[in-house]
């Protein structure tokens, strides 16, 4: 699971990347389909501000 | 479930989007336009750079409400300081001309598509994409409200998140290695040694990439950078603190405006087109490779997809085949010259902090108006061989 930080700015980066497009980018909220995450982390590396935070 | 009908369905008004639907809807289709944000334009994610010619050649006048500045010089900084001064006159510079008020030119351009006839819906998110006979349906949701639009095309104009066209099959992702992560603030209080200079900052200030001041008045500026996410471990964000807190022009000033988003810096993608679907933009890698700069190809190609989507309207015909007229017209007019600023991308960024400083020394003495490509090339053996061996291997 991934946890969004309140400083994400929603700027879709992360969904951009995310090689199972996986990530949708709302005006002010992400919604992940985790089940199908293959946990690459490619969206947590490319963040310009590290707003993703892995949680086991 | 509320079913909308239309011949084009254009999902996101940025530059790419409003191009493209204001073509369309010239060209005699019925066009509908969506974005997410409550605000075209708002939050902007750029430096606001764009081309004066580039902006003629598609005929769109220049207006006063949505120029901040016009800017015909740049500096180029080298890591120890050393920097290198251009201007118009001597060198042909992709991105410069105007700066723009980004919120206010993205709304200009909607409304420019709106005058052609288009449709548009703020804070209307795709969701989804499927195949319908011979059209497309996407489920949208704004509001709270969910429902359903049909169109015979549709072209995902949504930017670098470029999920539309991988919905129906195009490989849109940009991998790591080809997306700038980058950050920005808008700030007053900037010491611009020339304020009608772009200032470029190359080497380790931003890994994989390039800081940027880029003056919107006499001490206002964006000042950012991208850095590639493959090349450091420290954010976007991280990376410009630090710099804005180094760079002398920037240690007084204050930061009014955070911006941040993908820049994909990879070249232009290989598919642009399926049945009843096409891609512009950012989502198509519509962005010059060098410099960052997708503006005006996101304008330009938005031209090409909209009237090809128009002609395709008044033919009946949706197909992959039809439409890849228009993969044609990019690949002439966009993806030739990407490969050239692909090559000379690779080569900057092949070079060490004391390469690019030796580049910079070398050019202090050189008078660069008449400077022609075997002098600069001979130039850069004199500076380095090592900096030769890399640049044989692009050219
Ligand atoms: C920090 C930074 C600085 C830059 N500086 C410059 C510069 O100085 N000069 C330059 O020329 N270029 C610059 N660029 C690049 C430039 O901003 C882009 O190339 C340009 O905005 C691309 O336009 P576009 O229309 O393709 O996409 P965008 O402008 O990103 O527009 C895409 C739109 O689609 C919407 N959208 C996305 N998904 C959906 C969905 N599912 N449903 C509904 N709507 C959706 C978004 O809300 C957005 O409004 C910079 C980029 C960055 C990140
Ligand atoms: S890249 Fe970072 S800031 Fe941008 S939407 Fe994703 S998590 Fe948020
Ligand atoms: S970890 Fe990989 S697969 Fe999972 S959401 Fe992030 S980018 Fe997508």
């Not at chain 2, 008020?101 to 288009?118: L, S, Y």
């Not at chain 2, 349906?137 to 991988?166: H, L, Y």
């Not at chain 2, 080809?178 to 900052?201: I, K, R, T, W």
């Not at chain 2, 096409?278 to 190609?301: C, K, M, W």
């Amino acid at each position: 699971m991934k946890k969004i930080s309140e400083w994400c700015m929603y700027c879709g980066e992360c969904a951009g990347v995310c090689p199972r497009s996986l990530i949708e980018v709302h005006e002010t909220d992400l919604i992940f389909n985790e089940e199908n995450c293959k946990d690459c982390k490619l969206c947590i590396q490319v963040c310009p501000v590290h707003a993703l935070i892995k949680e086991e | 479930m509320k079913l909308i009908e239309t011949d084009v369905l254009v999902i996101g008004a940025g530059p790419a989007g409003s191009s493209a639907a204001k073509h369309a809807a010239r060209g005699g289709a019925d066009v509908l336009m969506i974005d997410r944000k409550s605000e075209i334009g708002s939050p902007k994610r750029c430096a606001e750079g764009v081309s004066k010619e580039g902006l003629k050649k598609l005929g769109i006048e220049p207006s006063p409400r949505w120029i901040a500045k016009e800017l015909s010089n740049v500096r180029l900084v080298a890591p120890d300081g050393t920097d290198v001064k251009l201007n118009e006159e001597t060198v042909k510079l992709p991105e410069a001309g105007y700066i723009l008020e980004r919120k206010v030119f993205d709304k200009h351009m909607a409304m420019d598509a709106a005058r052609e006839g288009a449709k548009i819906m703020v804070k209307t998110l795709a969701k989804d994409l499927k195949r319908e006979d011979d059209s497309l349906v996407v489920t949208a949701e704004r509001m709270g409200e969910t429902f359903q639009i049909k169109a015979k095309i549709v072209i995902g104009a949504d930017g670098p998140e470029s999920r539309i066209g991988r919905f129906a099959g195009l490989k849109t992702a940009a991998k790591p290695k080809n997306m700038e992560s980058a950050a920005q603030f808008e700030m007053g209080g900037v010491e611009l040694e020339d304020p009608n200079s772009l200032e470029f900052y190359f080497g380790s200030v931003a890994p994989g990439g390039y800081a940027w001041i880029f003056p919107k008045g006499e001490d206002i500026a964006n000042v950012g950078l991208g850095v590639l996410a493959t090349e450091t471990d420290k954010s976007a964000y991280q990376h410009l603190m630090e710099f804005v807190e180094n760079c002398p022009a920037t240690r007084n000033a204050q930061a009014v405006e955070l911006n941040v988003g993908g820049d994909p810096v990879g070249g232009m993608n290989k598919k642009l087109v399926t049945d009843n679907l096409l891609v512009v933009g950012d989502a198509a890698g519509h962005v010059n490779p060098l410099t960052g700069g997708g503006i005006n190809t996101a304008l330009e190609a938005g031209l090409y997809a909209g009237e090809v989507a128009a002609a395709a309207v008044k033919e009946g015909d949706f197909s992959k085949k039809r439409l890849e007229e228009y993969q044609k017209l990019c690949e002439e007019n966009i993806g030739k010259s990407f490969d050239k600023y692909l090559k000379a991308k690779e080569y900057l960024l092949s070079l060490s902090d004391e390469e690019l400083d030796e580049v910079a020394k070398a050019f202090q003495n050189v008078k660069l108006d008449n400077i022609n490509t075997k002098e600069l090339i001979k130039l850069l053996v004199k500076v380095s061989p090592k900096a030769l061996v890399k640049l044989g291997k692009i050219f």
